[in-house]
């Protein structure tokens, strides 16, 4: 049978045309067209504008007939179009009345909310011309990847090692060797390295289409051009951004995604995107049209009752997210990118504003997290929360999480950054954050809690430990940007050092660090090149630099790789080890009768931890019998850390008869003993007691 | 430059289609009938001769996705002396893992 919806009814300027379907919104193709589909709820008219591929002026301009429009949402199915050479826009009128929060500007050409794919900056970097009357403009995408058998992963959240990266500064180092650096085709290239390293998961930074030129500059002293590097700035929710892709100058970067996460979920490794949704690249009252702005401020953008911006994002200006049409958008959003990308998870930055209402109240049950927590096809994708905002609200432990929501733990980081440069009174705190932060999540489990050391924003860990203060003069702010609460211990000296001694205990610093991370119950996440030592020169805020200061360079692999090993060796002691990865808190009980509680605490004398202020030891030792909650078993393991300046010895819990104790993690001892491969630690010659040198971490196997 | 696409039954069911100019949305549909012709000739490979194929678009993609899928899985894919740019277009959308690329023809 034939569609009989399938011909023109109508003709304007040559176009055949007939009314469109409101859903779905964007563009959609038909049968013989493209259907056209867009909604505001204040605009009084709208045209839809096309152009040719790169064209100054539009071919057309198509007044939508009134007949046309159902409700709010205008929509038109344009006949006979050649996708691949159009691009296309919106013209809205309406009231101008900031006031009211009416922003309607007829001379503007607007960008699809929901366009696909988005033209303009094609190319990283390539300056565009800024007379352009449409710089971003939508593109006609089809969904119909091949994607064989793939679909996500579904890596129980506690099974997780997540790696986050930037996809531009993951490869764009001549170093990388790779065909296309600094794209996704780039990223592919580089998928041994990541097998070798064996994080299961890479958590992508922005890859929305964002617009590098915001608010680019020249640093006055440097003249070094200084942009929207890492993207923290939406043009286009639903766009893959073009410059990340080696294709973007054909219009085929969503092609070339998709073909990353098939490649990565081939060798078992998830793709989270890290999603912008707290505010958009429109800025204040002075920031350009792009879109929304032009499309429906007042319904889009949290305003004051005097028609100002609010800035709970620190940026300008604040998403609705609780508008009930705002959050339809956003959770169209996600589903068409966990649908059509197979996106494993979401990390959500500065997701407290996903919490306000639209006059930037804390709700206690919003609606738009509590839809994206119930959503069907949402259903098996991780959610993560960055659970506070730049307007105030810190939500650490008490994110509304409806038994879905993790949260990046900013808890863990500082209590194990100051752990580790020895700070006394923090033994308690050490042993919540190692199991989990139950005093913080105690109804959600361990795997609510993202523990991390460093992320994108702040120091590397190299940097955390060879620097006390920041570095941010190449950010042209006279380094007044970047967090000052870093907690971080340089060692002895600032910055880089020929000193041996100082060198040394740098290296094991920052060994000491991921190995506290891995054995950590809760969902560990590693920032790129951390395995390699990555410096950022002290830079603690490189949100702006397009150059070495971000870009991971590969020559590291030659000189770093005694860490290199380390992390790798540390990731694959988790993943073989169930007793890490728990999926409910340790009760510090015996609950399956091994004679054992799940987890004990010691110190220098074994079932003896010194918990005063002026500790800097801790030991603990997991019991095999409760991996899993008692499900499965697993070897007793034993960590014990001495975060002291002098050496102790630490007395060793009795195994039980026929298993001895193997050592699997020393970090004061060079390598290659500083870590063994699982399954070949050697066993200790004294089962009663061993030496921890200063700063440094010990781990056991029971076998 | 015109596109144009022939179709050659070889022997051993092999079906060679040569493609010449530029491949884009505009003339995709001769490709894709042309890929028709040869599932309807119960090719066992389908060989394309790409040597004289100065570009290929999404567009021109999708036909080889077209053509793996109209195909059926028994059927192997060659793209045979791809240039630079069209070589590049085939690896940077991944689509390199479902095709065998060849500088020659020689049946696997």
Known sequence: MERVDAY????????????????????????????????????????????DKGQAQPKVEIPFPDEY???????????????????????????????????????????????????????????PNWENIFPHRSLLVFDDFD????????????????????????????????????????????????????????ELMPIYEFDEFENSRIHPETGETLMNYWGYSTVGF????????????????????????????????????????????EGNEKGPYISFRGIDNKTYYMLTPEGYYFNFSGTGNTLNCNNPVVRNIVLDCLRYWASEYHIDGFRFDLASILGRDPSGYPLSNPPLLESLAYDPILAKCKLIAEAWDAGGLYQVGSFPAYG???????????????????????????????????????????????NFITCHDGFTLNDLVSYNDKHNEANGEGNQ???????????????????????????????????????????????????????????NNTYCQDNALNWFDWNLMDSSSELFRFFSNCIKFRLAHPIFRNRWHLSNQDRVGSGYADITWHGTKAWNPDWSSSSRLLAFMLNGKHARGGIVEDND????????????????????????????????????????EVGHEPMLDNQNEILLGDRSVVILVGK | MAFSVTLKMLKNGVAELSLVGELDASVANEFKLAVEKAAAENAKNLVLNMKDLDFMSSAGLRVLVFAKQKMGFDVDIYVIAAQ???????????????????DEFIAI
């Open chain 1, 69 to 127: 429009r159902i409700g709010n949402v205008f929509s038109m199915i344009v006949f006979d179009l050649n996708y691949e050479n159009i691009e296309y826009g919106y013209r809205m009128d309406g009231p101008c009345d900031p006031q009211q929060g009416h922003r309607f500007d007829s001379s503007k050409i607007l960008l699809d909310p929901y366009a696909k794919a988005i033209s303009g900056r094609d190319v990283w970097g390539q300056a």
């Open chain 1, 238 to 281: 639903f766009a893959p951004k073009s410059g990340l892709a080696a294709t973007g100058k054909m219009g085929m970067q969503v092609d070339e995604l998709k073909a990353l996460v098939k490649d990565l979920h081939r060798n078992g490794i998830e793709v989270f995107l890290d999603v912008v949704f707290n505010h958009t690249a």
């Open chain 1, 481 to 539: 940007d970047g967090g000052n609460d870093n907690n971080s211990w340089n060692c002895g000296w600032e910055g880089p050092t020929t000193d041996t001694g100082i060198n040394s205990l740098r290296l094991r610093q920052m060994k000491n660090a991921v190995a506290m991370l891995l054995v950590s119950q809760g969902v560990p996440m590693i920032l790129m090149g951390d395995e390699l030592g990555r410096t950022q020169n002290g830079n």
């Open chain 1, 404 to 450: 879905r929501w993790a949260e990046w733990n900013g808890k863990y980081r500082d209590g194990l950054r100051r752990y580790l440069k020895g700070e006394p009174g923090l033994v308690e705190d050490i042993a919540l954050r190692i199991q989990g932060s139950p005093d913080l999540y105690s109804s959600r489990g361990p795997t609510a809690s993202i």
């Open chain 1, 8 to 51: 023109p009814t109508r003709e304007y300027q040559g176009f055949k045309l007939r009314p469109g379907k409101s859903f779905p919104f964007g563009a959609t193709f038909v049968p013989g067209g493209v259907n056209f589909s867009i909604y505001s709820s204040h605009a009084t008219a709208c045209s839809l504008v096309l152009f």
């Open chain 2, 84 to 102: 630079e740019a069209v070589r590049e277009t085939i690896e940077m959308t991944g689509f390199h893992h479902s095709v065998i690329m060849q």
């Open chain 1, 637 to 676: 393991i034993y960590v014990a850390t001495n975060m002291h300046w002098d050496s102790h010895w630490f007395e060793l819990p009795r195994l039980p008869e026929g298993k001895n104790w193997s050592v699997s993690v020393n970090t004061s001892v060079n390598t290659p003993e500083d870590i063994w």
């Open chain 1, 147 to 202: 994607w064989d058998n793939d679909r996500p992963l579904e890596i129980p959240m506690e099974d997780l090692v997540i790696y986050e990266m930037h996809v531009r500064s993951f490869t764009r180092h001549p170093s990388s060797g790779v065909k296309f650096p600094g794209t996704f085709a780039g990223i592919r290239q580089k998928l041994p390295y990541l097998k070798d390293l064996g994080a299961n998961c890479i």
